[in-house]
């Protein structure tokens, strides 16, 4: 458009550069500690991580998606077992459950976090539910009170999908200190990322933090070329969890500012005929996403008109996973999710987002709506 700046939908660079420095001396030293898999870059980040997340270990692994996989093994999904969870999610939370052999069972969700809705949850329990996996959609913690109450009642785990929501809190306590066990991916889009692919399987207990250190090493327990059962190669390398360490003291403060961007968003956003997201608590949001909803059939107009003017968004998600053509064979009807994918759109967002973008992005969806 005329000379003027695209705005993409996120710009890794304000957060690369200033580290730019650290990034390059973690990469010499693990050059020179000639350790590329399972050494002191892994134990520490390990570490750190369960102490900033609260839990007992951190098991690092090749990416979120093996994190759900290997996280619903290690807690003793067998084939058959069903499993549930939100329809409205990134592909691999239900995905990792048919890889298993589960059965993924949807539930609807709360229409204003976008996160499970318990209700549904508790009425597709059968005999055959084994656990259920709360996404933290977009950053919003979801109703860990009343699905932990469902869990603890009905003998089920709770597998919380961090991935989208790193630093996130709920009545005080880190989001991956809430369930059995809790999956973070490193992706590079996500609120802390590595240089490439990662993940992470985080609990408290004992028997399923050992469970997937031999899951992610071919099913060895500690001896090697001794397997035990069929594994994975999932592990995490030393050089993704070097850069990690060196982005992890910072996410606090990045999370911080991204609450401010999306408070920003949210006042010049405040007339218009759209609903932008809440924060319900005791959830504390870390905005992965800030993510409207456009009703009435205006919401592709609304992004077409954004796109015109150079503005990036994303529509995250648009097939309902109940509905996917992966597995669709005429699931119930989930109103809210149905619903929901019609209507979302979300904004460019990152850390040092500058207000000038913000009004640009008001200005535009304002004209667009009126
Ligand atoms: C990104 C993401 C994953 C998968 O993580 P990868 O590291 O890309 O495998 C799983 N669940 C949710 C909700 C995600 O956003």
């Given at each position: 458009m005329s000379g003027r700046k695209e705005l993409p939908l996120l710009d890794l660079g304000p957060e690369l550069a200033p580290l730019e420095t650290e990034l390059v001396a973690a990469m010499t030293r693990v050059l020179h500690s000639?350790?590329?898999?399972?050494g002191p870059e892994v134990e520490a980040f390990e570490r750190e991580l369960a102490s900033y997340i609260g839990v007992a270990h951190a098991v690092a692994l090749n990416s979120g998606t093996d994190a759900l996989i290997i996280g619903l093994r290690a807690l003793g999904?067998?084939?058959g077992d069903e499993v549930i969870t939100s329809s409205?999610?990134?592909f691999a939370s239900a995905e990792a459950i048919a890889l298993v052999g589960g059965v993924p069972v949807f539930a609807d969700i709360e229409?204003?976090?976008?996160?499970?809705d318990p209700a549904s949850v508790e009425a597709r329990i059968s005999p055959r539910t084994r656990g259920i996996i709360p996404v933290h959609l977009f950053g919003h913690p979801a109703d860990m009170r009343a699905l932990g109450k469902l869990a603890r009642e009905r003998g089920l785990f709770l597998l919380e999908d961090v991935a989208q929501a790193f630093g996130a809190e709920y009545d005080g306590v880190r989001?991956?200190?809430?369930?059995?066990a809790a999956t973070f991916s490193f992706y590079p889009t996500k609120n802390l990322s590595a240089l490439g692919d990662g993940g992470l399987l985080a609990t408290s207990r004992e028997d399923v933090a050992r469970e997937a250190r031999s899951l992610r090493d071919h099913g060895t327990r500690g001896i090697r070329y001794v397997h035990h059962q069929l594994g994975y190669n999932s592990r995490l390398d030393e050089l993704q969890a070097a850069f990690l360490r060196v982005k992890l003291p910072h996410v606090d403060a990045w999370n911080e500012a991204r609450r401010r961007v999306a408070d920003a968003y949210r006042q010049r956003l405040a007339d218009l005929d759209l609903s932008t997201p809440a924060e319900l608590p005791p959830g504390r949001h870390v905005y992965h996403q800030f993510t409207l909803r456009i009703g009435a059939g205006r919401r592709d107009q609304a992004r077409a008109k954004l796109a015109a003017a150079g503005i990036a968004t994303s529509v995250y998600y648009p097939v309902p996973l109940h509905r996917m053509?992966?597995?669709?064979?005429?699931?119930?009807?989930l109103p809210e999710a149905e619903r929901t994918a019609t209507e979302v759109l979300s904004l460019p967002l990152w850390p040092a987002l500058d207000a000038a973008s913000i009004d640009r992005v008001a200005s535009v969806l304002g004209a667009a709506l009126s």
């Open positions: 000639r350790r590329f898999i399972l999904v067998r084939p409205f999610s990134f229409p204003r976090s976008f996160n499970l989001v991956g200190a809430l369930g059995d053509p992966a597995w669709d064979d005429g699931a119930p009807s």
